[in-house]
């Protein structure tokens, strides 16, 4: 083949390749979404309800704990089926609305409570007000958790679970160096140099790209009297003045910029990090893949306040669903005390709701009385909430990262707030 | 494909016109399926974007429909936003960057595998594993590698004393946007050395022969002969690279996710973030149709230029 000379050769070889790339770019356009769509039959006077979340396949702990759930409430309501689809959180909220687009939603949706508003906005979710006025149990739920569910003054969902970061320590490290888990965000800053040597680093948080990263620099603003929205303030410079020396001092590894939350419990599991800001999920985890790590959990530090990130998922139904009734039966059911009571533990979050019994663990106490100082976006914050936290991310990187002073990373963190929450109809 | 095969005299003596004519209808029908599947899965969607693009959707829209017309006015602010343009210089710079390395590497790697030794086809075989692989697993070695805790090139670094300590590559800017383009280059050197080996082999030996009786060395052997027969097949490895990298997607999003900052900030991440993760639908449209025209560009020229080829 390669001896009919240099033209014919060549030509055939472009045009193989052309083959090759129209290929690979078809199979490019073609790999977008599959849809595992599962397909039950409500023949028999049997109801069978979808639910999605991104809660994780079963074979996974969190996965397991819902699939237990709906286990539970299969064998206590005879003709009613539950078939969950699991959708990885990144695609979660991208996925729902397309789905939505074509006319394919399912019936309950267990959301983000900070999507909850966009999902309204757009009309993926149902009003539930009257199901919920009717129900009579909204008093029992925490403010700032409930109001993630409100849009426009109508109830859109009802919390499912509440969680909140606080601080866990190892008890080793800190004993050795005869410190008290700090109280106050000064003292954090002390401690954190104090516990650090060069391999291993006083305090680990997630600050990757992207809304996931800007947590931690939040729960500091928040404690520093500030507000999200207005990051170019005295509050948002003493918050990343301080990020930043931690980073640039060896406190904090610079690491963090590249890690997500998952990351940042392996570093404190294999003892790369003395301190971390983290949520409740990791608890039976770190005990269990960990169990020579003696560690604990403390309240955040405060400043000007006390303050700590909201992280909540709702139960919403569908604006499509032909049976919404039933829906709603499950969304309540699940809100029951006594069913949060053995589902919260197994699941590692905290009751978004004041009347439930979880027993005495202090580790989960000291989480439960860190969410009652827990802040989340509201208005026209919670509807831009994914880009003004990626831009606080943004501000984050700039100053700890990419050279910035923090007075322009600030600047420049803002105009695009600023621009954001302007787009917001 | 296009022409039918007659046994030989039946084609010259069928008089009549019109069943000659239904024949090649009936050989049109053949591409048929072809076309109907392009145009769901490439002209539909494209045409889809492009309506998109002119319309002003957020999240209440893409839903309920009612978006309303707004002519070149998204176009407009987006040419005007500085991150826009940023995106594109990133876009731009990766490219560029990553198609050099690839295609100097991927010349090298074809000269060298042009010769013959023993266990030349299982190396070929073996290179080609960077090709095959799937992205989601090279990006995700690639950032393993280059973490700052555990990662392998650190300790490596430390081990000769290049570095001191932990140094996270991937959080700071400009090594990120290396990382990417090397990672890049690493999968894509296979497919150009291939293009390039097929174009090597292609030339006759004799040519070296006569060169080498001239006495002109391996350098001249090299810029003299292979350079100028190797052109149009050069030309098609570098455009289809060129094209496939600027496309990129999964690569950088894996592994900064267009972080840090927006240092690794390539248009098809910024068009995913704006669409999907900031839910501005209209403006992910924009990007993402402005993003075509780099690529259609370069597809016209080739497509020209390969058949200039062909009746040359």
């Known amino acids: ?35 595992d769509e599962t397909s039950g039959d409500g023949d028999g006077g049997t109801t069978t309800l979808s639910l999605w979340h991104y809660y994780g396949t079963p074979d996974t ?19 009613v089926t539950i078939e969950p ?35 309204a906005d757009a009309g993926v979710i149902q009003d539930l007000s009257d199901r919920v006025e009717e129900w009579g149990e909204a008093d029992h739920y925490f403010e700032t958790g409930w109001e993630t569910t409100q849009v426009d003054g109508a109830t859109y969902a009802v919390p499912h679970v509440a969680d909140a970061y606080a601080v866990y320590y190892n008890e080793t490290m800190l004993t050795e160096a005869g410190l008290q888990p700090p109280t106050t965000w000064a003292d954090m800053q002390e401690y954190a140099t104090q516990l650090s040597d060069g391999q291993r680093y006083g305090l680990a948080f997630s600050g990757i790209e992207g809304d996931e990263g800007a947590t931690a620099l939040v729960i500091r603003l928040l404690a520093a009297g500030g507000d999200p929205a207005d990051i170019d303030s005295e509050a948002g410079a003493v918050a990343l003045g301080q990020f930043t020396d931690m980073i640039a001092g060896g406190a904090v590894s610079n690491g963090v910029l590249t890690w997500n939350e998952e990351d940042v419990k392996n570093q404190f599991a294999n003892g790369q990090a003395a301190m971390m800001i983290n949520s409740a999920t990791y608890l039976s985890i770190l005990a269990e893949e960990n169990p020579e790590l003696q560690w604990n959990v403390a309240l955040l ?45 197994e699941r590692n979050k905290l009751a978004a709701r004041d009347d439930v019994d979880t027993g005495d663990d202090p580790v989960r106490a000291i989480f439960a009385e860190q969410l009652q100082q827990a802040w989340a976006p509201e208005g026209d914050l919670a509807a831009a909430s994914s880009e003004v936290l990626t831009r606080i991310q943004g501000a984050l990187q700039a100053a700890a990262g990419g050279g910035a002073s923090v007075a322009d990373a600030l600047a420049d963190a803002q105009g695009q707030i600023d621009e954001a929450l302007a787009n917001v109809e | 494909m296009t022409t039918t095969v007659a046994p030989p005299g039946t084609a010259s003596t069928t008089p009549a016109r019109a069943p000659r004519r239904a024949r090649r209808w009936g050989d049109h029908l053949f591409v048929v399926p072809a076309v109907v599947f392009v145009a769901a899965t490439v002209l539909y969607p494209l045409i889809f974007n492009i309506d998109l693009s002119f319309r002003d959707v957020g999240v209440a829209q893409i839903v309920t429909g009612g978006a309303e017309w707004v002519g070149w006015e998204n176009y407009t602010d ?21 198609v050099a390395a690839a295609f100097a590497l991927g010349m090298a790697l074809a000269v060298y595998f042009n010769q013959r030794f023993p266990g030349r086809n299982v190396m070929r075989s073996l290179l080609l594993l960077a090709w095959i692989l799937p992205t989601v697993v090279s990006a995700n070695v690639w950032r393993w590698m280059l973490d700052g805790s555990y990662g392998l090139i650190n300790t490596l670094l430390e081990a000769v004393g290049v570095v001191d300590g932990d140094v996270f590559w991937l959080a700071r800017p400009v090594p990120a946007l290396f990382a990417v383009v090397i990672a890049t280059a690493w999968s894509f050197t296979p497919f150009i050395m291939i293009l390039l080996l097929a174009g090597l082999q292609g030339i006759p030996d004799t040519l070296y022969e006569a060169a080498t009786i001239d006495g002109a060395g391996a350098w001249r052997r090299f810029t003299s002969v292979t350079m100028p027969l190797l052109k149009p097949v050069n030309l098609t490895a570098l455009l289809l690279c060129f094209i496939s990298t600027f496309k990129t997607f999964d690569t950088v999003f894996l592994m900064t996710r267009g972080g840090p900052g927006e ?50």
Request: charged share 20%.
């Open chain 2, 78 to 98: 987006q040419l005007s936003r500085d991150d826009f343009w940023h995106a594109l210089v990133i876009s731009l710079l990766y490219t560029g960057l990553a």
């Open chain 1, 85 to 119: 689809r699991h959708i990885p959180f990144g695609d979660f909220t991208r996925t729902l609305l397309q789905s939505a687009a074509g006319g394919d939603l399912p019936d309950i949706a267990l959301i983000n409570g900070f999507t909850t508003q966009a999902l």
């Open chain 2, 263 to 312: 240092a690794t900030m390539i248009l098809p991440i910024y068009a995913y973030n704006e669409a999907f993760e900031f839910f501005r639908f209209d403006t992910g449209a924009v990007a993402t149709t402005l993003m075509l025209i780099v690529p259609l560009g370069l597809s016209v020229f080739y497509f020209r230029s390969l058949r200039r080829e062909e009746t040359a």
């Open chain 1, 1 to 35: 083949m390669g001896t009919r000379g240099g033209r014919s050769g060549a030509a055939w070889t472009a045009r193989a390749a052309g083959v090759l790339a129209a290929a690979a770019l078809l199979t490019a356009c073609g790999s977008g979404g599959s849809d």
């Open chain 1, 61 to 79: 702990p969190t996965g397991a704990a819902l699939q237990n759930l709906l286990d539970r409430y299969e064998d206590e309501h005879e003709g």
């Open chain 1, 301 to 345: 530090p405060t400043d000007v306040q006390a303050a700590t990130f909201l992280s909540q998922e709702n139960l919403a139904i569908s604006t499509t669903t032909e049976k919404a009734d039933a829906a709603w039966d499950v969304i309540a059911w699940m809100q029951r005390p006594e069913v949060l009571a053995e589902y919260l533990p």
